[in-house]
């Protein structure tokens, strides 16, 4: 099984128990992820320098909304998106991402 992984700012951020939806989601209509092999470039090409992410990883037998893989930036490279919420059971490991000494974003492990 693949592990799908979603970037998400602490401000977004929900009470236990309730579902994930971010900010964007009103505008855009889906939730923005990525596979793994696919995170340093978003990390790199969006995310530099925020010390507010929360990676989280989610089961996708437990998500009940729509995923599709789309290239809409017409890259040729296609990332998933979830059209609808993130229920809470779906994250399975949430992990609070580290700056370096530079300000730039960490890997996890």
Not at 78 to 97: D, E, K, M, T
Request: aromatic fraction near 8%.
């Amino acid at each position: 099984m693949n592990k799908l992984l979603h970037l998400a700012c602490t401000a977004d951020l929900a009470a236990p128990g309730a579902s994930y939806r971010p900010a964007g989601y009103a505008t855009e209509g889906f939730i923005h992820c990525c596979w793994p092999e696919q995170l340093p470039g978003v990390i790199d090409r969006y995310y530099q320098g925020r010390a507010d992410l929360v990676l989280f990883e989610l089961d996708l037998i437990l998500l009940d909304s729509k995923l599709v893989e789309e290239d809409l930036t017409g890259s040729g490279e296609c990332f998933p998106h979830i059209y609808g919420v993130i229920p809470s059971v779906a994250i399975v490991q949430q992990q609070p991402l580290r700056l370096d000494a530079a300000g730039r974003v960490l890997l996890p492990v």
